[in-house]
């Protein structure tokens, strides 16, 4: 069964260093997705992106934050000036029609650890 | 902005017996979806619900929707120790916004 896969399992940054989160959606996929979910909570929308470019976006998704679709296989999320309180498991999800009709497939995910 | 809430926030119960958690939303959506997340590992799909009222069955697992698609449910017959992680509702209201809710952990003791 195709998987959205996601690299690296886990991120060690320095704060105020930029990092970049990447993923590979499931090919056939148009819509893409960033999570976040700091541990033991719950699953926090981030944004959302289609036809290369936003279509939705959550508070906190701020100027820190960016997307990028660089290629026709990877989807990429990037903060500028990393934060302690970015801390989390950050999951990318994919679907192949917009989530108002189709369940997302999500990833294993990346830990980004900020020291 | 829009809110759901789960309760309970935590639930052990003895292997055989039943199982429910609640959704709550602060505003109508469009739909909403469950997901399952074992320890350790990422949401899973297991199922959407569309129309008011509606109810859907998976095996022991029985999802309803509210008839104000404002709160839904999830029940668990008979639990299993498979059945272990935590249960997210995912309220979608607008095109391609989704809210998960706080969650249910649900622990199975055998």
């Known amino acids: 069964e195709p998987e959205v896969t996601q690299t690296p399992s886990h991120q060690v940054t320095q704060m105020g260093q930029e990092v970049i989160l990447r993923c590979v959606p499931i090919?056939?996929?148009?819509?893409f997705y960033w999570y976040r979910q700091i541990l033991g909570q719950k699953v926090e929308f981030l944004v959302s992106?289609?036809?290369?470019?936003?279509?939705?976006k959550s508070e906190i998704f701020d100027d820190q934050f960016s997307v990028e679709r660089p290629d026709g296989s990877n989807f990429t999320l990037k903060i500028r000036s990393t934060k302690l309180e970015d801390s989390a498991m950050y999951f990318c999800?994919?679907?192949?029609?917009?989530?108002?009709?189709?369940?997302?497939?999500f990833g294993d995910g990346t830990r980004l650890s900020i020291l | 902005g829009q809110q759901v809430m789960q309760i309970p926030q935590y639930q052990h119960v003895q292997e055989g017996e039943d199982f429910t958690t609640y959704c709550n939303s602060s505003?109508?959506?469009?739909?909403i979806q469950w997901y399952k997340q074992r320890p350790g590992g990422h949401p899973v799909f297991l199922i959407q619900?569309?129309?008011?009222?509606e109810v859907k069955k998976q095996k022991r697992l029985t999802f309803q929707f509210g008839e104000a698609k404002k709160n839904s449910s999830l029940h668990i017959t008979a639990t299993q120790t498979t059945d272990v992680g935590t249960y997210f509702c995912a309220g979608v209201r607008g095109y391609q916004k989704v809210t998960f809710g706080t969650g249910t952990k649900l622990q199975v003791i055998p």
């Open positions: 619900l569309v129309k008011s009222g």
């Open positions: 992106f289609y036809n290369n470019e936003i279509s939705e």
């Open positions: 505003t109508t959506l469009s739909n």
């Open positions: 999800a994919s679907s192949d029609l917009g989530s108002s009709n189709q369940p997302q497939h």
């Open positions: 090919s056939n996929h148009l819509y």
